[in-house]
């Protein structure tokens, strides 16, 4: 499903990810841990095109990164769900709306939104906080949004980068059983993380990456 | 379907930003007024001078000593030329009548000279579409071959001066809309600018989660239509305050604002020329969205 061959990156002086290879395999559910500045997000932002990579080949699926016309971009993008570090809530659109625009974006008529969006908002234990803007939730709730936004469109993958940075432990661990159960309807589901406890004992992959480079592979 | 929702964006960034807005619709509005009182200028000086041709008139000068014959010939001949709209014939006698009609209390001018020093002529209306310089030109050639004709008369300087003022008008005009035009453009396109600047953070996440261009565009299209709009509304009840109130009052006292003629499609076009030149400005404000 996704496949990094020779990657690097660099900015100016510093390489953020250096020869990078690896694969995930569809329906596969991996971890990329590592300190903070090790290349975790940047690695995410190459699949979701946020990034180039500066070498190396990249392939989501079907698609060839490099020889992705622009205008496709946006086709490429509605396959992938991703869980952002800084959330990207917009705050003057309440819960419902952030999570609806995911579907606006692919035209769906707006009784097909709402009929998803209730059900995702169902899924995230959210629907009585549609009417809500993201300032009036917590932390774990605005995260819970963001995964329901990320999962609305069904994305064949699902990334997430730092899903349970300032949640508690409790929190943390209703987060990756719902990633957990993503998962388990098929979708790829690929988590950068520095939180041990978020793979401890789930049997996933863990790649393990530090100063741009993939240093090991273990199972959680 | 997103076109709705686009509508629906647009309507409430328009509400949002209501003041901003407003400034960008007067500022609009403003330019489109005087737009529509340039092009009303043009087009009154342009009818004006389209009604001289009708009083323009060429003098055929004949030698003395034609035949009625011969007179008949050139008559027909110049009755047969397209650009020739009637002619008539001024015998020696008739002339001397019309100079006696015309200097009426001053005609002992005329006393002591024994024989009559006018000449027999032709005056030639022509059609309104052949009272131009170049027409009249080659008219007036073609005449002077004519056999019979000592010599032709029209006001040259006349009409290469009604011709300047008009191409001048024409010209300034044109100038005047094209600049005004610009500036209505470059209203749009700063107000949409700064829009876009504003919702940079939320374009941006319209972007990562798979936005084409069209449905990032078409809320900002549509929010510089919808100014363009507004502007070419508030410049259409300006004009029309400024044809009632002004000219038809005015009108009343001063008959000769009666000839003042304000086309009524102009009032239905300012709208649409609005709504074309905010979603000119907007779509140039936009440029060309990347993606990475």
């Known amino acids: 499903m996704i496949h ?164 508690d432990a409790d929190t943390a661990a209703g987060i990756t059983r719902m990633f957990k159960e993503i998962n388990a309807k098929g979708t790829t589901v690929l988590v950068a993380t520095h939180n041990k406890e978020l793979f401890r004992n789930t049997g996933r992959r863990v790649l393990k990456i530090d100063n741009g480079t993939i240093v090991g592979e273990e199972m959680g | 379907m997103y076109i709705l929702y686009s509508l629906r964006l647009a309507i409430q960034s328009v509400w949002h930003e209501k003041w901003i807005n407003l400034l960008s619709v007067l500022t609009i509005a403003a330019g489109l007024f005087m737009i529509t009182l340039t092009f009303f200028s043009v087009y009154n000086m342009d009818l004006a001078t389209k009604k001289l041709p009708e009083k323009f008139s060429m003098m055929l000068y004949l030698n003395n000593d034609l035949s009625e014959q011969e ?31 015309v200097l009426k209390n001053a005609d002992y001018v005329l006393e002591g000279i024994n024989e009559n020093p006018l000449p027999a002529s032709i005056e030639v209306k022509l059609r309104q579409e052949s009272v131009s310089i170049s027409k009249v030109k080659k008219l007036a050639a073609d005449i002077r071959k004519i056999k019979g004709i000592e010599e032709v008369e029209y006001g040259e300087q006349f009409l290469n001066s009604i011709h300047s003022i008009k191409a ?32 940079k953070e939320e374009i941006e996440t319209f972007k990562l989660l798979g936005a084409t261009r069209g449905f990032i565009r078409a809320p900002f299209v549509i929010e510089g239509g919808i100014l363009g709009i507004g502007g070419g509304v508030v410049s259409l009840i300006g004009t029309m305050a ?3 109130t002004l000219f038809y009052k005015l009108a009343l006292t ?16 300012l709208p649409f020329v609005g709504l074309a030149l905010g979603v000119s400005g907007a779509v140039i404000a936009l440029g060309r969205i990347r993606f990475s």
């Open chain 1, 4 to 167: 990094f061959t020779n990657v690097s990156k660099i900015y100016e002086n510093h390489a953020a990810l250096r020869d990078i290879t690896f694969s995930i395999e569809k329906g596969e559910m991996a971890f990329i841990t590592g300190p903070s500045g090790a290349g975790k997000s940047t690695l995410l932002k190459i699949i979701y095109l946020s990034e180039k990579p500066d070498e190396g080949s990249v392939t989501i699926a079907e698609w060839e990164l490099s020889k992705l016309k622009e205008s496709s971009i946006p086709f490429l993008r509605r396959n992938i769900g991703v869980v952002f570090q800084d959330f990207r809530l917009l705050d003057n659109r309440n819960v419902f709306d952030n999570i609806a625009m995911a579907l606006r974006i692919r035209g769906m008529t707006e009784y097909e939104v709402k009929e998803r969006v209730m059900e995702v908002l169902k899924t995230v234990n959210l629907r009585h906080k549609a009417d809500s803007f993201p300032k009036t939730l917590s932390g774990g709730e605005q995260q819970r949004v963001v995964i329901a936004r990320a999962i609305v469109g069904e994305p064949t993958v699902l990334l997430a980068d730092e899903p349970t940075g300032n949640l």
């Open chain 2, 71 to 101: 007179v008949g010939n050139i008559m027909s001949t110049l009755k047969k030329n397209i650009a020739v709209e009637r002619a008539r014939y001024i015998s020696k006698d008739k002339a001397l009548e019309e100079l006696k009609g």
């Open chain 2, 168 to 199: 001048g008008a024409q010209t300034l005009g044109l100038l005047m809309i094209s600049v005004m035009s610009t500036g209505v453009i470059f209203v749009c396109y700063s107000t949409v600018k700064i829009m876009f600047y504003r919702r």
């Open chain 2, 242 to 244: 400024l044809y009632y």
């Open chain 2, 254 to 269: 001063m008959p000769i604002f009666k000839i003042i003629v304000f086309p009524s499609e102009v009032f239905i076009a």
